[in-house]
């Protein structure tokens, strides 16, 4: 069974930085892309950041030149890195995996919080 387990949300003042972590329980290229997704109180969720399997990444508008999404293949872990947080940026942050070449994920963390907040 796949396992995706997020860490390193918490809280942090507008301009901060924090840097998610998420660590899969198989080999990161038995999947086709790992992704960030957040979802904020009464909005939808919303597709942050991705990584293929080829090394591609893309990020949404709103955190490109903020948000940087790497890998350590060898520990099994995909990170988010974002820098110059605003209060906008504040939602719950789901690590995200797929198998496909589809739209649809397969394997959802179970998300960690991120509070920007003076």
């Known amino acids: 069974q796949v396992r995706l387990t997020e860490s390193g949300g918490g809280s942090v003042q507008p301009g901060g930085s924090l840097r998610l972590s998420c660590t899969t329980s198989t080999n990161i290229f038995e999947f086709n892309a790992v992704g960030w997704y957040r979802q904020a109180p009464g909005k939808q969720r919303e597709l942050v950041a991705t990584?293929?399997?080829?090394?591609?990444?893309d990020y949404a508008d709103s955190v490109k030149g903020r948000f940087t999404i790497s890998r350590d293949n060898a520990k099994y872990t995909v990170y988010l890195q974002m820098n110059n947080l605003k209060p906008e940026d504040t939602a719950v942050y789901y690590c995200?995996?797929?198998?496909?070449?589809?739209?649809?994920?397969?394997?959802w963390g179970q998300g960690t919080q991120v509070t920007v907040s003076s």
């Open positions: 995200a995996a797929k198998l496909g070449l589809g739209s649809a994920y397969d394997y």
């Open positions: 990584i293929n399997v080829g090394g591609r990444t």
